[in-house]
């Protein structure tokens, strides 16, 4: 049986050292907010051309718009910051860019003009300041709101057990297993936002309450087994040796379930598109770390716990 629990305190110090680094790096540079929490433009446009081969009527017939790094290269030079380009059909392109001026909106479409066929406007979204901060507070309400249930649901569904530690113990070392994988997560799109300008948008929010669900699942996987345990053994077994089996009864599942979900986010990596990617991109990284704080940090914690209660109880 491997004595994962007595490696705790590695596990305190390699947490503390990501943490730390990703609280330096959104210090330091941010997170690279794209047009969803600043405000711009979004513009829906249409390539067609028209086939004349008949006098009496003329045909419209869709074709393949130019690719993505075409149309980018076609506007470098226009000052459209944080552009964006999603492929909507076969035909139609969607960019989104950090700026709401019919100037150069106008100049984007005579940009596109010059690629072969005829350029078609189909919708032009301009999305405000005030928008943008609705979406950031709303964002930040649904974290929280996600947050602060499944402490209370992993509280309510412990009741029962009370010892040795409280029920709401079991709470709390899972919303600090969550806020361990948010915010290293934070932290990594930190860097990517400065050294590789990717930026967040509202599919991010998703990635991260997604994360949250995932991570809280693999946890509760732990804590299930940890609460068959307590209730199996007699008192003359320590609440250590009982975390330390139940990690080692859940510790190939929850590895192999974790491998299988990474597997299908590289393929959507690599071949998926660019409006999906760094979407896969925060799930593989929140599901590395949420697979790593539900074995190591959350059960880590429940025995901290005890001993602290259990050194301040002598002390008396």
Avoid: C
């Amino acid at each position: 049986m491997l004595r994962i629990i007595e490696k705790r305190k590695y596990v305190y110090v390699f947490s503390s050292i990501l943490i730390l680094f990703a609280i330096a790096a959104l210090s330091t540079w941010g997170l690279n907010l794209g047009i969803d929490f600043k405000g711009g433009t979004l513009m829906e446009v249409e390539f067609s051309e028209e086939d004349n081969g008949s006098e009496e009527s003329s045909e419209i017939l869709n074709f393949v718009a130019p690719s993505r790094e075409d149309i980018q290269e076609k506007l470098r030079d226009l000052g459209a910051n944080s552009l964006t380009i999603q492929s909507s059909e076969e035909s139609r392109i969607i960019l989104r860019y950090i700026a709401s001026d019919e100037n150069l909106n106008e100049q984007v479409i005579e940009k596109l003009e010059e690629f072969e066929g005829d350029v078609n406007l189909i919708r032009v979204d301009f999305i405000g300041a005030s928008v943008s901060n609705q979406l950031k507070k709303n964002a930040f309400t649904a974290l929280t709101a996600a947050i602060l249930g499944i402490a209370l649901y992993i509280a309510w569904s412990f009741r029962k057990i009370s010892f040795p530690i409280p029920s709401w113990q079991y709470g709390l070392g899972a919303i600090t297993a969550l806020a361990h994988d948010i915010i290293i997560t934070l932290g990594i799109f930190a860097v990517l936002g400065k050294f590789l300008n990717i930026e967040i948008g509202v599919p991010f929010v998703a990635a991260l309450l997604t994360i949250l669900g995932y991570s809280v699942n693999d946890t509760i996987v732990v804590y299930d087994r940890i609460r068959e345990n307590l209730m199996k053994s007699d008192s003359k077994e320590s609440f250590e040796n009982i975390i330390n089996k139940s990690l080692n009864e859940t510790l190939a599942r929850s590895i192999n379930t974790s491998l299988t979900v990474v597997i299908v986010l590289i393929a959507i990596i690599i071949f998926g598109g660019e409006s999906i990617k760094f979407f896969s991109v925060a799930l593989m990284i929140g599901v590395i770390f949420g697979t790593y704080s539900s074995i190591f940090v959350a059960s880590s914690l429940l025995v901290s716990s005890y001993n602290y209660k259990l050194n301040k109880s002598k002390n008396l």
